[in-house]
Nanobody
Framework: QVQLVESGGGLVQAGGSLRLSCAASGLTFNRHAMGWFRQAPGKEREFVAAISQSADIRYYTDSVKGRFTISRDNAKNSLYLQLNSLKPEDTAVFYC???????????????????WGQGTQVTVSS
């Protein structure tokens, strides 16, 4: 059974930083591209960042480029998202996702992902 468990969310002031983690189990982690998505109150879930199986490709949505950094540690079956220079509009539930085993690169579409975590809340105060 595949499990993705996010942690590291919390309440932070604008301009602050957080580091999200996602612990994966039940899958061969290094065979899957991984991604982060987020859902703000009253909005649809949106893509944030993705990383390829070997971490040679990373892709970000425009609104987080230069502020967020995605990384992974295949030896620890873990995915990370460093959030810097946070803004109130970054407030959302952040979800970790594992890509389909047949998908290469750093996919940004939800349908390229097979497994999802429960999410971790990030709240940025102004």
């Amino acid at each position: 059974q595949v499990q993705l468990v996010e942690s590291g969310g919390g309440l932070v002031q604008a301009g602050g930083s957080l580091r999200l983690s996602c612990a994966a189990s039940g899958l061969t982690f290094n065979r899957h591209a991984m991604g982060w998505f987020r859902q703000a109150p009253g909005k649809e879930r949106e893509f944030v960042a993705a990383i390829s199986q070997s971490a040679d490709i990373r892709y970000y949505t425009d609104s987080v480029k230069g502020r967020f950094t995605i990384s992974r540690d295949n030896a620890k079956n873990s995915l990370y998202l460093q959030l810097n220079s946070l803004k109130p509009e970054d407030t959302a539930v952040f979800y970790c996702a594992a890509g389909r085993a047949t998908v290469a690169g750093a996919p940004h579409r939800e349908w390229d992902y097979d497994f999802w975590g429960q999410g971790t809340q990030v709240t940025v105060s102004s």
